[in-house]
């Protein structure tokens, strides 16, 4: 029975996965320091032990904690781990940043979920799963940094049961998860969307009632992602066309997809992982 180790396993990310992996075939083990998620494991019927205790004979580490603390955490745990054991990332970032101890006789590897779409099928209570890994069906990506080949088997299948349920499961590159996030989904979209939400304000500070403010707005974001994702057949009017290209050059730089070249990318990961941006 392959040992997994969970590090993390009592913040919202650890539980997450501690709720769908104690469910699954693996033997488990779970760390955990802070009082908050040392309360969140027990609440869950699962005792803590300490991470010398938990990684020393452990197949598999998962370090599910933040990118800031990953850092750390993987200085402290990959010194102690054995000779082929696989050391799971959930994000991009810190592999990507330089962050990981040098040990060539293990295997990295990097899952992240692309969480439920938002065009689905979903009904009832798995409607409001939008983060996925309860109800709603999510697929993932996975990239093997390095090790053995058939490593990327056996943390791909751990992957699946801890977002379950996926649909499929995406083989990428490192760089190319990064280029998908931070650059694609939050960089750019996760930026996108909280403007969206700001001109939702904005409308409401010029006088336009809250209600009607938010059913105009989600109802105007539904119709455009399903035109620009070919969800529908409806173009965009004459219209909408002429004025959306007036909104491009009055919103966005013309040189924003910079955020995709390789030093950008790079310059992103070490924001995260460090907790600041250029400037700062």
């Given amino acids: 029975m392959i040992k997994i180790a969970l590090v993390g396993a009592g913040g919202k990310m650890g539980c997450r996965l501690a ?163 931070p650059a694609m989904a939050e960089t750019v979209t996760a930026a996108c969307v909280t403007i969206i939400r700001e001109a939702m304000q904005e409308a409401i500070n010029r006088g336009v009632p809250d209600e009607a403010a938010r059913d105009f707005i989600l109802g105007h974001v539904n119709i455009p992602l399903a035109i620009v994702f070919g969800e529908i057949s409806s173009p965009f009017s004459d219209g909408a066309k002429l004025i959306i290209e007036y909104g491009r050059k009055r919103i966005f730089q013309p040189d924003w997809k910079r955020v995709f070249e390789p030093e950008s990318v790079k310059e992103q990961v070490q924001a995260i992982v460090q907790g600041v941006t250029e400037g700062e």
């Fill in 19 to 181: 709720d769908n992996l104690k469910k699954s075939e693996y033997s488990m083990s779970y760390v955990e320091i802070s009082e908050t998620g040392i309360q969140n494991l027990k609440s869950r019927g699962l005792e803590p032990i300490p991470l010398t205790e938990a990684v020393r004979d452990a197949d598999v580490i998962i370090l599910a904690v933040p990118d800031r603390s990953l850092g750390m955490v993987a200085a402290d745990a990959v010194p102690l781990i054995i000779s082929g054991a696989i050391v799971m990332l959930l994000d991009p970032a810190a592999a990507y940043a330089g962050e990981l101890p040098r040990r060539d006789d293990i295997s990295y590897f990097v899952t992240h979920p692309c969480h439920p779409p938002v065009f689905n099928e979903e009904t009832g209570d798995a409607r409001h799963d939008f983060f996925g890994g309860i109800l709603a069906k999510q697929p993932i990506v996975c990239a093997l940094m390095q090790g053995k080949e058939e490593d990327y088997a056996r943390a791909e299948a751990i992957a699946i049961a801890m977002f379950a349920p996926v649909t499929r499961s995406h083989r990428i590159t490192v760089e190319q998860m990064a280029i998908l996030e």
